[in-house]
T-cell receptor, first 114, second 113 residues
Framework: SAVISQKPSRDICQRGTSLTIQCQVDSQVTMMFWYRQQPGQSLTLIATANQGSEATYESGFVIDKFPISRPNLTFSTLTVSNMSPEDSSIYLC???????????FGPGTRLLVL | KNQVEQSPQSLIILEGKNCTLQCNYTVSPFSNLRWYKQDTGRGPVSLTIMTFSENTKSNGRYTATLDADTKQSSLHITASQLSDSASYICVVTRNQAGTALIFGKGTTLSVSS
């Protein structure tokens, strides 16, 4: 299985600011995803990070609010822009490797917006 | 509507006891069903995966069952340990590529000594 790390692991931010979350995988993967887990809720897919092209966003999520980069097969970033308290969540990246059906999740980034 | 419902929402048991968590789903199409364990402050970790034709799968003290006819699954934990305290999430995959996942809200299990 892939080993996934995320930075930062947690942060407390002021409203109106932006935070960039990094996701690093120890091996090349075919697909990378970003999820949000709001308090007491299930995971919700934000977008699929595409290598070398624009991310594919799910309904309700837009690029201006959650810009995503994936410059290579092992790294991706998610930016939470112009934050408000409603953005307080755990943000997780996950990966799919070639030939595997199971998504592996990173440890998550716990974000609190004041 | 594609949904995954889990019960109970939370559960407290004594160390050494057994427990069973439930998952009902209304997801179509169906590719597989997974149970994940999510420790506080960590990402979910896969425990078991079952396809349509499988009705039971074990991983140590964890045993998952699947009834594809009634669209129900259960996760049985035997001889619980303090380290089993976590959220257990039932996830149904809609496609073979593994990209379309429907998540339950999870059952929070607390094991006390």
């Amino acid at each position: 299985s892939a080993v996934i790390s995320q930075k930062p692991s947690r942060d407390i931010c002021q409203r109106g600011t932006s935070l960039t979350i990094q996701c690093q995988v120890d091996s090349q993967v075919t697909m990378m995803f970003w999820y949000r887990q709001q308090p007491g809720q299930s995971l919700t897919l934000i977008a699929t990070a595409n290598q070398g092209s624009e991310a594919t966003y799910e309904s309700g999520f837009v690029i201006d609010k959650f810009p995503i980069s994936r410059p290579n097969l092992t790294f991706s970033t998610l930016t939470v822009s112009n934050m408000s308290p409603e953005d307080s969540s755990i943000y997780l990246c996950s990966v799919l490797t070639s030939g595997q059906e199971t998504q592996y999740f990173g440890p998550g980034t716990r974000l609190l917006v004041l | 509507k594609n949904q995954v419902e889990q019960s109970p929402q939370s559960l407290i048991i004594l160390e050494g006891k057994n427990c069973t968590l439930q998952c009902n789903y209304t997801v179509s199409p169906f590719s597989n069903l997974r149970w994940y364990k999510q420790d506080t402050g960590r990402g979910p970790v896969s425990l078991t995966i079952m396809t349509f034709s499988e009705n039971t799968k074990s991983n140590g003290r964890y045993t998952a069952t699947l009834d594809a006819d009634t669209k129900q699954s259960s996760l049985h934990i035997t001889a619980s340990q303090l380290s089993d305290s976590a959220s257990y999430i039932c996830v149904v995959t809609r496609n073979q590529a593994g990209t379309a996942l429907i998540f339950g809200k999870g059952t929070t299990l607390s094991v006390s000594s």
